[in-house]
């Protein structure tokens, strides 16, 4: 599961976009077509023009619904770096995000799959993207508006994990 409200959110959503953070975590989906390991090659369809965001993925190792926020990193088998790629103008051109996020491709992850018992919290981790060699955006999970646990238990909610 990638996951919205990532490091750049918070700063673009209050500091430069002006508005008010949401109350609940904004959801959207990365279809298995989307994932490609480390080092695999992003398929850009000619003329579509793209954005990034590094992100934390999350892995569930068991089945989860209904879990507490308390509760929810219990069910967490480990976490992955992510890059959120989005097709912005086919994501904006009809307001489906789906559309826009979920091309070939769109959702690299890796190079390691990390243990949760490696992570002692994942609300604390640098998380950075590269383009090219060069660095693009440097944060921490810190900044998220939305704890992992409480994105986990908000999705079982509706979602069985």
């Known amino acids: 599961m990638c996951k919205r409200a990532g490091p750049a959110h918070r700063h673009a959503l209050q500091s430069e976009a002006g508005l008010d953070a949401p109350t609940r975590p904004l959801l959207f989906a990365k279809w298995p077509n989307t994932l490609i390991g ?3 090659e992003i398929l850009v ?7 990034y965001e590094a992100e934390l993925a999350v892995v569930i190792g068991r089945r989860a619904r209904n879990v507490t926020s308390e509760d ?3 069910y967490v088998a480990g976490y992955l ?10 994501q904006f051109d009809d307001g489906q995000s789906v559309r826009g996020k979920s091309l ?3 959702c ?3 190079p390691t799959l990390v243990p949760r018992e490696q ?3 994942p609300q604390n981790l640098g998380i950075k993207l590269w383009l090219n060699g060069t660095l693009m955006q440097s944060s921490s999970t810190a900044q998220t508006i939305f704890s992992v646990a409480d ?3 908000y999705v079982s909610q509706t979602a069985t994990l």
Do not use: E, K, M
């Not at 369809?45 to 954005?51: C, E, F, I």
């Not at 770096?81 to 086919?90: E, G, P, T, W």
């Open 38 to 40: 480390h080092g695999g």
């Open 119 to 121: 992570v002692s919290d």
């Open 72 to 74: 929810a990193l219990d």
């Open 81 to 90: 770096c992510a890059n959120d790629v989005s097709a912005r103008d086919l």
């Open 151 to 153: 994105i986990i238990s």
């Open 108 to 110: 690299p992850i890796g």
């Open 104 to 106: 070939d491709t769109f």
């Open 45 to 51: 369809p000619q003329g579509v023009r793209t954005a």
